[in-house]
C-alpha cells in the first residue's frame, strides 16, 4: 500500500485531522493529497497556503497555479481564488462556507492552528461544534492541517477536541530523512494502525507514494 492508497481509503463525508510536526515538510503531505486524482478545494487561513506552495516551488513542484481557493484571511493569493471570507465568518458562518466548498471533492483546510490561537475558549467551542456539522456532508472528504505543537502550546484544549470530532487523525512527522505517516484512528478499519514511510526525493521521482 501506498500513501496515495492510504489518502484515497478515507470515505465521503469523513473529517480527517492531520497532524504535523514542524520539522516534517507538511507540504509534502499536501502535494500527495492534491495530486492524489481528485478535484480539490483549499481552504487557506492566514496565508498558509503560500507558504506551502513557496517550500514547494523550490522543489520544482508546482501545483499552486491552478488550485481552487477559499481565501480566509491573509493578503497573500494563490490560485483562483472562489471566494474571501474574514476569519471570524469562517469560524461562525459554516453554512455559507459548506455551500463555496460544494460536493464530491477533497477540501483541504491549511493553517487551522492559527485561527484557533486568534479564539476564546467560548469561539474555539463553537468552531469545533460547527466543523463537526459538517461531518457526512455531500460526500466531501475534508483534511484539517494542524501543527500539533503550536496548538498544544495555546492551552485551550484544540487539539483534544479535535482529536473527539475527527473522523480519522493521521500523523505526520520526521525521523532523520524518513518522513512517516501515521494512521491513528479511522472510519475506515483496513488501514486503521498503518505507519507508511517515504522521504523528499522518493516523492520527487514519485517512488511508491
Not at 459548506?98 to 464530491?104: C, P, R, Y
Not at 492559527?114 to 468552531?127: D, G, P, V, Y
Not at 503550536?150 to 484544540?158: E, R, Y
Request: charged residues 25%; glycine residues 8%.
Amino acid at each position: 500500500m501506498r500513501i496515495r492508497d492510504i489518502i484515497t481509503s478515507f470515505r465521503p463525508g469523513e473529517n480527517v485531522l492531520v497532524r504535523y510536526t514542524p520539522d516534517s515538510s507538511p507540504e509534502l503531505l499536501f502535494y500527495l493529497i492534491v495530486t492524489a486524482g481528485r478535484e480539490v478545494i483549499v481552504s487557506d487561513i492566514m496565508d498558509t497556503l503560500s507558504e506551502y506552495c513557496k517550500r514547494l516551488s523550490l522543489l520544482q513542484l508546482n501545483v499552486c497555479d491552478n488550485l481552487k481557493v477559499i481565501k480566509i484571511g491573509g493578503f497573500r493569493s494563490v490560485g483562483e481564488i472562489l471566494e474571501k471570507m474574514e476569519a471570524d465568518k469562517y469560524a461562525l458562518d459554516m453554512g455559507s462556507y459548506s455551500k463555496l466548498v460544494g460536493e464530491n471533492v477533497f477540501s483541504v483546510v491549511l493553517g487551522l492552528h492559527k485561527l484557533a490561537s486568534m479564539l476564546t475558549r467560548e469561539e474555539l467551542f463553537n468552531l469545533v461544534g460547527n466543523l463537526s456539522s459538517l461531518i457526512g456532508e455531500k460526500g466531501r472528504v475534508t483534511f484539517y492541517f494542524v501543527n500539533k505543537e503550536f496548538i498544544d502550546k495555546t492551552g485551550l484544549g484544540a487539539m483534544e477536541l479535535w482529536n473527539e470530532i475527527a473522523t480519522s487523525i493521521i500523523d505526520w512527522r520526521r525521523i532523520g530523512k524518513r518522513l512517516l505517516l501515521h494512521v491513528v484512528k479511522s472510519a475506515n478499519p483496513e488501514i486503521e494502525d498503518l505507519t507508511l514511510g517515504t522521504t523528499a526525493p522518493e516523492i520527487l521521482r514519485g517512488d511508491r507514494v
